[in-house]
Every structure is written in structure tokens, then in C-alpha cells.
């Protein structure tokens, strides 16, 4: 039985990426999820955090700016995880959030990163370890 979230497997990634056909990184897919399914359209694309257009761009900076959208109150930091529902990462050895998946439920996240297309991971402890934040859109906040 198929789920919502089979629709968003096998996109190839692309840094800064919008288009599911060409590519696409792993905010911006959580975005397309978030206006396909929920109908909320996320203001703004990860080109708005970050404008470094190199692959490694979290070796380049210092500054902790990727989703910090609570400064407008777009986001709130959330504990137990509900569907599309956003986990932020810091994956390896950088102290810079580099990295988001969408919490899809039953303890999965969709997801895409360098050299991986999109699918469906489990949020294991690998994943646990680089997790920064937790957020949930404002509209979706009990």
C-alpha cells in the first residue's frame, strides 16, 4: 500500500536545487512536501539562508543561519515529533546546521542529501546524534 510520502523518492539531489526532475536539496524538497500536501507554501527556499552555491558551503561559513526562521515566528521548537514536522542536523565534522529532513511518521524521514537521492530513512540514532532542532510550522502547532 502506497504511502503520501512515495511520490517524493528517487529525486536526485542538487545543492540549492528546486525542480524534483533536475534536482533538488533537502530543504526545499520538505517545502514541495509542505505545498503539496498541506497547501502551506513556505516563503522562502534555502537559497535564502544559503547563497554559497559550492557543495561543501557548511565549510565555508560559521554562521548558524539555515532555517533560523524563529526570528519571525514562522517555526517553533517542538520535542515530540508529529508529521512534517522538520528535524535540523549538523552531519559531520562542522558545528553548522547543514542538513534537514521531513519527519514523516512511525519514525521515518524523508530526505536527500549529497551523492543519495530521496527516500525514506529511519530516524536511528545516527540521525539522532546530528539532530540540532526540532520545528514545526506555525499553522501546525497544537
Not at 86 to 97: C, E, Q, W, Y
Amino acid at each position: 500500500m502506497s504511502k503520501w510520502y512515495d511520490k517524493y523518492i528517487n529525486f536526485p539531489y542538487k545543492h540549492l536545487g528546486q525542480d524534483p526532475t533536475t534536482g533538488i536539496d533537502c530543504f526545499n524538497l520538505c517545502k514541495l512536501a509542505f505545498k503539496n500536501e498541506l497547501e502551506i507554501d513556505i516563503p522562502y527556499s534555502t537559497h535564502d539562508f544559503c547563497n554559497i552555491v559550492y557543495e561543501d558551503w557548511y565549510n565555508k561559513t560559521q554562521n548558524q543561519y539555515f532555517l533560523d526562521a524563529s526570528k519571525n515566528g514562522d517555526w517553533k521548537e517542538i520535542q515530540k515529533l508529529e508529521p512534517f514536522d522538520i528535524i535540523l542536523m549538523s552531519i559531520g565534522s562542522t558545528n553548522v546546521v547543514n542538513h534537514c529532513a521531513l519527519y514523516v511518521g512511525d519514525n521515518k524521514i524523508l530526505q536527500t542529501m549529497e551523492n543519495r537521492d530521496s527516500g525514506i530513512y529511519t530516524y536511528h540514532r545516527y540521525y539522532q546524534q546530528y539532530t540540532v532542532k526540532k520545528v514545526r510550522w506555525k499553522s501546525l502547532v497544537n
